[in-house]
């Protein structure tokens, strides 16, 4: 075999990392007899060879039958690891565009599929499992494999092995829907909807399900069974899913798409495993983050597991009916009786059950939030984060708390007993970006945070800390024209964030002169940033002599560029024939349920603008009523997000009537 592997000019070969010269020594070290080092040289080559997928490089199909040969030797101590890296491959063969797959790959992986089906009568079987998972990754015609696959499916004895051979049965059989053996095994698969094991059963489901995408909810009864018993933990012995609980609700739960429900409400019956109790919640929270309508069936189930003797499923009960926030708000008794429980997860971070109480009461707008989010702030302790932390937005749900000062951005309505916290955390803040955090919510809060004003002055003083105090006064208005001269120092000359100082004085009660100079020195370099945008508009008609810049990037290509641009061309000037056309572009996608993050401003412009954007309520009239979370993000942001957009939504056609 080595002698075939120096014999291929590797060099000309590519990986994700440039030359595939690596890739003979890779092998070799495969082969090794540490199995520590082989297993680390097998997690190369996938690295190398697949990555995160997108393309079949030209090493692949030259890697492949030595892949498989390792496989095949009994003493290679990686040999399920390149079996996994050989079922990647092919699987993201059939994936991606033609395009992206080397022009060699059809024909080596042809040549290949003999090897692939000896392997699934090797003594091992977790070799024979991760064969049946190749076979059921790869588009090869059923003809070649289904018989091969039947006759190990007759003589199978492995329980693990069986789920595994299911569902690469299924798959093969989708690759001959007529022939000599497709309709006997089709036949095969739905009577073993019937099988005296419950994870068969399942398999089965699984199997039949993309043929016949009506099975699933035909078959709820089944699947509930099969996920909530015992031997569930079987499929984490195989190769085609390998997962525990969680991983097969999360799998088995896709089978059935739409808001409905009843797979989630079954999952969240009392089971005496902590890991259904915790997996019924994650999946709960799934659901819920990509629809509304599940709330109202879901959310009793969420309130009784406040009371579930495990600390995670509290703390998960409690985070997502913080993420429901105003929805679950009828329930703040029931969360305010967690407060005092300290029950802490096994998570690095160690969050309890309080934290998800304080974090939800806050969603709620609940005072009884307040004291322990002062007592948060003074014993500092991992729960609540310093940093915020943003997620995918993906059909499962992140149970994580936000940072601490992300949590007090909730709650201006208690700015008053909430000030000495923040201002307390100003003060000694040695971390710039927790200063700048805090900064911000101050902002936010708008004049509700005058009594901050006084260190705030004492932060512009200092050149490490005033651009984020800067910020924090402008967004507290004319209570703090008290730093009206400071700000005015701070703006003169040409020192960097001048603009920003100049802008604050006018927020302040200044004059605009500063700011407009300031800001005029920006306009005539080059790009626009965003911020300068926003500084822009606030001016309003004091800088109109910027109209022509301003609505000549109403056209940037840049989606945010442009709806800044837009909105501050008609602050300046009152225009809506160009400014509304603008802001539209943003929007369009937002009707068939897209959400991009510039979508929020766009439409707040929008509504700000009134009956001249009469266009975009008619066009965006029926988003209110869609069922879908309109969100980017993951996690408790994904909630955050769609109730926004829909007050901005609401706004807006409120403004239009």
């Not at 879901?298 to 499923?313: G, I």
């Not at 971070?349 to 007592?375: F, Q, Y």
């Not at 309505?413 to 955090?437: K, N």
Request: proline share 8%; net charge negative.
């Amino acid at each position: 075999m080595w002698t075939e592997v120096d014999l291929i000019d590797w060099a000309a070969l590519r990986h994700n990392y440039g030359s595939a010269e690596d890739v003979p020594g890779l092998l070799r070290r495969c082969a090794g007899p540490n199995p520590e080092e082989a297993e680390r040289a097998a997690d190369d080559l996938l690295n190398h060879l697949f990555h995160q997928g997108g393309w079949i490089c030209s090493a692949a199909p030259a890697a492949l039958p030595f892949l498989l040969r390792l496989a095949a030797t009994p003493d290679v101590p990686s040999r399920r690891a390149l079996l996994e890296l050989v079922s990647r491959l092919a699987f993201e063969a059939v994936r991606v565009a033609e395009k992206w797959v080397d022009p060699d790959w059809p024909s080596a992986w042809e040549r290949a599929l003999p090897e692939v089906l000896v392997l699934l009568d090797v003594p091992d079987p977790e070799i024979r499992r991760a064969a049946a998972d190749v076979i059921g990754s790869c588009r090869s015609p059923g003809e070649l494999t289904l018989p091969a696959l039947l006759r190990r499916w007759q003589a199978e004895d492995d329980p693990a092995t069986r789920l595994d051979l299911v569902l690469a049965l299924g798959h093969a059989a989708l690759q001959e829907p007529a022939g000599e053996h497709g309709p006997g095994v089709r036949t095969l698969l739905r009577g073993l909807l019937d099988a005296p094991e419950a994870q068969i059963r399942l398999a089965a489901v699984h199997a039949i399900a993309p043929a016949d995408p009506a099975l699933p909810a035909q078959q709820l009864g089944l699947l509930l069974e099969a996920v909530r018993d015992p031997s569930v933990e079987l499929w984490q012995h195989t190769s085609a899913v390998e997962t525990g609980v969680q991983g097969v609700h999360h799998w088995t739960a896709a089978l059935l798409t739409g808001p409905s429900p009843a797979f989630s409400l079954g999952l969240l019956e009392d089971h005496p495993d902590v890991e259904q109790r915790i997996g019924g919640l994650a999946r709960a929270g799934g659901l819920l983050a990509q629809w509304h309508s599940p709330t109202t069936a879901l959310l009793p189930r969420l309130v009784a597991r406040l009371d579930d003797p495990a600390a995670e499923v509290r703390f998960r009960a409690a985070e997502l009916l913080a993420c429901l926030g105003p929805e679950a708000s009828a329930h703040a008794d029931e969360v305010a009786a967690r407060i005092g429980d300290t029950g802490a997860r096994t998570t690095r971070k160690r969050e309890t059950v309080a934290e998800a109480a304080v974090w939800a009461l806050a969603r709620m707008n609940d005072p009884r939030c307040v004291p322990g989010l002062i007592d948060a702030a003074a014993h500092p302790r991992p729960g609540f984060a310093s940093n915020s932390a943003h997620y995918p937005s993906a059909d499962w749900h992140h149970a994580v708390l936000p940072a601490l000062h992300e949590v007090v951005g909730h709650l201006p309505a208690h700015a008053g007993l909430l000030l000495p916290m923040i201002c307390d955390r100003l003060v000694p803040a040695t971390d710039d970006h927790v200063l700048s955090s805090y900064c911000q919510v101050l902002a936010d809060w708008g004049p509700a945070a005058e009594g901050a004003v006084p260190q705030l002055l004492g932060l512009l003083e200092d050149d490490r800390t005033w651009t984020a105090a800067a910020g924090a006064l402008a967004g507290i208005g004319r209570a703090g024209n008290g730093a009206a001269e400071l700000l005015l120092a701070r703006s003169a000359g040409g020192a960097e964030h001048t603009e920003l100082a100049a802008w604050a004085y006018w927020k302040v009660g200044g004059e605009p002169g500063p700011a407009l100079e300031a800001l005029g020195r920006t306009v005539a370099g080059k790009g626009f940033p965003r911020p300068a945008l926003q500084m822009l508009a606030d001016l309003g008609t004091h800088a109109a002599h910027h109209e022509d810049r301003l609505r000549t990037m109403t056209s940037d290509p840049e989606p945010w560029t442009r709806v800044e641009a837009a909105h501050a061309l008609w602050a300046v000037t009152g225009d809506t024939e160009s400014s509304v056309p603008a802001l539209m572009t943003a929007i369009r996608g937002l009707a068939e349920g897209t959400w991009l993050p510039v979508m929020l401003p766009a439409v707040r412009y929008l509504a700000r603008i009134g009956r001249a954007a009469r266009p975009a309520a008619e066009l965006l009239r029926g988003v209110p009523t869609l069922d879908q979370r309109l969100r980017s993000s993951g996690g408790w942001r994904g909630f955050v997000q769609d109730e926004s957009m829909r007050s901005a939504l609401r706004e807006l056609l409120a403004a239009c009537d």
